[in-house]
């Protein structure tokens, strides 16, 4: 059993910051890629950023250049320092991995948070 469990979400003024972290436990073998979504009310779900587990990194367009993912692989936690965040930043967040449960089999599965809110005001 895998556990994904999410913190660091609330409510912040826009220009502000917050770091939201996102640890998985259980009988895990290894983690690949990272990543964090989120969701606004009424809208889909969508991908903010992502790290592998070479550390290569990629960012939705609306958010590049005010935030930053990151990961400890020790720790299988992944990390998201958001800066100067805009009350259109406000959704729920969702981390995901993509995890390797047994040495001796090829298949990964997917796992997902909880979610966090994250509420920016004007």
């Not at 996102?22 to 779900?45: E, H, T």
């Not at 290569?56 to 998201?80: E, M, Q």
């Amino acid at each position: 059993q895998v556990r994904m469990v999410e913190s660091g979400g609330g409510l912040v003024q826009a220009g502000g910051s917050l770091r939201l972290s996102c640890a998985a436990s259980g009988s895990i073998f290894s983690v690949n890629a990272m990543d964090w979504y989120r969701q606004a009310p009424g809208k889909q779900r969508e991908l903010v950023a992502r790290i592998t587990s070479g550390v290569n990194t990629n960012y939705g367009d609306s958010v590049k250049g005010r935030f930053t993912i990151s990961r400890d692989n020790a720790k299988n936690t992944v990390y998201l320092q958001m800066n100067s965040l805009k009350p259109e930043d406000t959704a729920v967040y969702y981390c995901h991995a993509i995890i390797k449960l047994d040495p001796a089999v090829p298949n990964l599965y997917s796992y997902w948070g909880q979610g966090t809110q994250v509420t920016v005001s004007s």
